[in-house]
């Protein structure tokens, strides 16, 4: 064992409490991280990287001792802060993640099949069917474009920037404004992806309104419902192209959000 791996095992015994701070934000942070829930990935595998990744953090020069009360009560409430400091970053990004599904499941409302439920394997939760596909395919560009390991290396230059215990979370009116800001976008972004879809339909329903006028004998409910959804099949489909467009648009927006969120809860 060469001299450099003697003192991080030294340091890292020395400062056990401090390593079990970091890795508490690092486990806050992945819990809630798209991809990571759910029951795909097992709870021990989850433990295993948030473990690893605290020791990259640990020994990668950054981490300070943070100055707390040498008290039960003072360790317990450095640990709480660290933990909703992951929680808040990794609450942003499965917001902006989760706006796939928001779409999906406006189309699925639209065209009929909001009826139709599938096991979501994320959630662990029936979610309609279009919304569990725009899922997956996000999921699969999530990891193979490199956002995923984007979203971590911003994630850990929040250790940079707020050092353990310097956090400012609770009462922060800033951070509630940015926090909003997410939700507020989760919408937008989603009426957005999902217009296509909606404008189609909308403007099936006014044809449809016009032919109910003009014969009053025909069932708008048998007819417009074949159509509702072959018309949205097709739309579906020309603008799944768009989709990895729209995905890198939003993840985009997700990386400069949690430099806010890190801003914001600066001291």
């Known amino acids: ?10 340091d890292l015994y020395a400062n056990v409490d401090v390593f079990l701070v ?20 097992p709870v021990y595998a989850r433990i295993g990287v948030s473990l690893g990744l605290a020791l990259m953090a ?3 020069g950054v981490i300070e001792v943070p100055p707390y009360e040498l008290t039960i009560i003072g360790f317990g409430f450095l640990i709480l802060q660290e933990f909703l400091i992951g929680l808040v970053i990794g609450f942003a ?3 902006y993640f989760s706006i796939f599904h928001f779409v999906g499941q406006l189309v699925d409302f639209q065209i009929g099949f909001s009826m139709v439920s599938v096991a ?19 999921s699969v560009f999530f ?3 490199g956002a995923l390991h984007a979203v971590i290396e911003a ?3 929040s250790f940079g920037m707020l050092p353990i215990g310097e956090a400012h979370i609770l009462g922060n009116a800033v951070l509630t404004f940015f926090l909003f800001e997410v939700i507020i976008e989760y919408f937008v972004f989603g009426l957005r992806i999902a217009m296509p879809v909606i404008g189609t339909v909308i403007i099936v329903d006014i044809i449809l309104g016009i032919l109910v006028k003009a014969v009053p004998q025909m069932n708008v409910f048998v007819v417009g419902l074949p159509i509702k959804v ?20 939003v993840m985009y927006d997700v990386i400069g959000t949690i430099w806010n969120l890190i801003g914001g809860m600066m001291p």
């Open 120 to 138: 979501d394997p994320f959630s662990q939760q029936q979610t309609p069917i279009t919304g569990s596909f725009y899922y997956l395919i996000v």
């Open 22 to 41: 970091v890795f508490v934000r690092v486990m806050g942070f992945f819990i809630i991280l798209p991809v990571m829930v759910g029951q795909n990935m």
């Open 230 to 249: 072959f018309l949205g099949m097709i739309v579906i489909y020309l603008t799944l192209p768009l989709l990895q467009a729209a995905f890198g648009f």
């Open 155 to 157: 994630f850990f230059g």
């Open 58 to 60: 640990f020994t990668s």
């Open 1 to 10: 064992m060469d001299f450099a791996a003697s003192q991080a095992i030294i």
């Open 93 to 95: 990004v499965m917001m």
């Open 143 to 145: 990891v193979w474009s």
